[in-house]
């Protein structure tokens, strides 16, 4: 089975991208290197991502009590 390659010689955009998802994560995430392919698809995610991530902000202490409730609910290790 072929694989995906990453983009060689990323443009500014794309390492300014990677930049926010190195900040966020510790590490580019291996979904954004693959959009990295295709410039438009990886901007409309990244800006419907940040709108979800910002929109719906939540207490922190609530969040932590959902995680750990959607977890218990799909069996997962927490």
Do not use: C, N
């Not at 709108?51 to 997962?76: E, M, N, P």
């Amino acid at each position: 089975m072929k694989r995906v390659i990453e983009v060689e010689r990323p443009r500014l955009v794309v390492r300014i991208l990677y930049s926010i998802g190195r900040r966020m994560f510790g590490q580019v995430p291996t979904p954004e290197r693959i959009m990295a392919h295709r410039l438009p698809l990886m901007v409309g995610l990244g800006a419907l991502y940040g709108a979800i991530q910002w929109a719906g902000r939540i207490d922190a202490r609530l969040r932590a009590l959902l995680q750990v409730q959607v977890a218990t609910l799909y069996g997962s290790v927490y």
